[in-house]
């Protein structure tokens, strides 16, 4: 399960993070695709690097694998579990632009400067069920894409593409987006404010302290809950200047709905947690992350990497889950 997040600063530039909740790590890294990399794309989706590209996964066949990213033009995406709804189109589909499920990140980020491109390529867009290789089958996801402006959420179904305004800048799993914003109406009376005294009789009652008002936020790890949580949070968080405490922002704000070993098992037993918590800055162009076992939050700068160059670009040693 995973759960994403998006915001900007007090002058408007994007931060994109992403809590990645499983069993285990993936052996994942810190990843920069550079500007002159050749792309291994299976139907010629990604016909080049015009954006360099730095986020966290794997590389498998010399083929980046982004579990989310970000580019040099401060467009960003990640990709979050979406089993018993996400259904990929079997194979390439005639006059469509046909992307591999696993390079659509790398399709996003290389390719486009905005969220308005990435929705108006996506009209002819079909999403293909293509391995990388047989070691690796097609994850089922959607994904939340952000700039700027504003954020869209993919869904590929079995009604074909879906692309949703995402207005409150959280994506978490299933079901689908759109029942997650309906779901919002339930909570319409949550808020910060502090309650008032009030007459019971005649008791004049005072409140033990803050927080009475988010009475009703759920608390637990079910995707719809942590939408919520998410939601409340990431809404009223008050917006920021410095790069520090926007970086803070974002790893406070998913903090509220990380998950913890030993609390949420799943259908096999084992229990969930969260790997690791990734967030691009646009403002710096810099990726930050944490793990479970290391919660000091590191990060990599795209000035720090060779972004022009031909061959991708690994950080040292894989993340531990």
Not at 51 to 59: C, N
Not at 169 to 186: A, C, K, M, Y
Not at 220 to 230: E, H, L, N, T
Not at 266 to 293: D, H, I, P
């Amino acid at each position: 399960m995973c759960t994403g997040i998006r915001f900007t600063d007090d002058d408007g530039n994007l931060y994109l993070a992403r809590n990645l909740d499983w069993t285990t790590g993936y052996g994942q890294q810190v990843l920069l695709t550079p500007t002159g990399y050749t792309p291994r794309s299976p139907f010629g989706a990604v016909r080049g690097i015009e954006h360099a590209v730095l986020g966290m996964g794997i590389v498998e066949d010399d083929t980046p694998l982004y579990f989310d990213c970000g580019n040099d033009a401060g467009l960003a995406v990640a990709g979050l579990n979406f089993p018993g709804y996400a259904e990929y189109a079997s194979g390439p589909v005639d006059g469509a632009v046909n992307v591999a499920a696993f390079e659509l990140p790398l399709w996003v980020c290389a390719q486009f400067a905005t969220v308005d491109e990435v929705e108006a390529a996506l009209r002819d867009v079909a999403i293909v069920d293509r391995p990388i290789n047989d070691r690796y089958p097609s994850s089922l996801l959607h994904w939340i894409i952000g700039d700027a402006r504003r954020a869209i959420v993919v869904e590929y179904t079995s009604a074909g593409m879906q692309v949703f305004d995402d207005d409150v800048d959280v994506l978490t799993n299933q079901p689908g987006f759109d029942w997650h914003h309906e779901n919002l109406r339930n909570y319409l009376n949550v808020s910060p404010d502090f309650p008032e005294d009030t007459l019971v009789g005649r008791a004049h009652l005072a409140p033990f302290g803050s927080g009475s008002h988010m009475r009703g936020v759920p608390g637990d790890y079910y995707s719809p809950s942590r939408f919520v949580r998410a939601a409340y949070v990431n809404s009223h968080y008050p917006t920021k200047g410095t790069e520090e405490e926007n970086v803070s922002r974002a790893f406070h704000t998913l903090q509220q709905v990380a998950m913890v070993d030993g609390c949420a098992a799943m259908g096999s037993g084992e229990f969930e947690k969260t790997v690791y918590t990734g967030l691009f800055s646009a403002r710096t162009q810099t990726y930050y992350w944490n793990t479970y076992e290391d919660p000091a939050v590191r990060s990599v700068a795209m000035a720090d990497l060779v972004a022009s160059g031909s061959g991708l670009v690994l950080t040292e040693g894989a993340l531990r889950a």
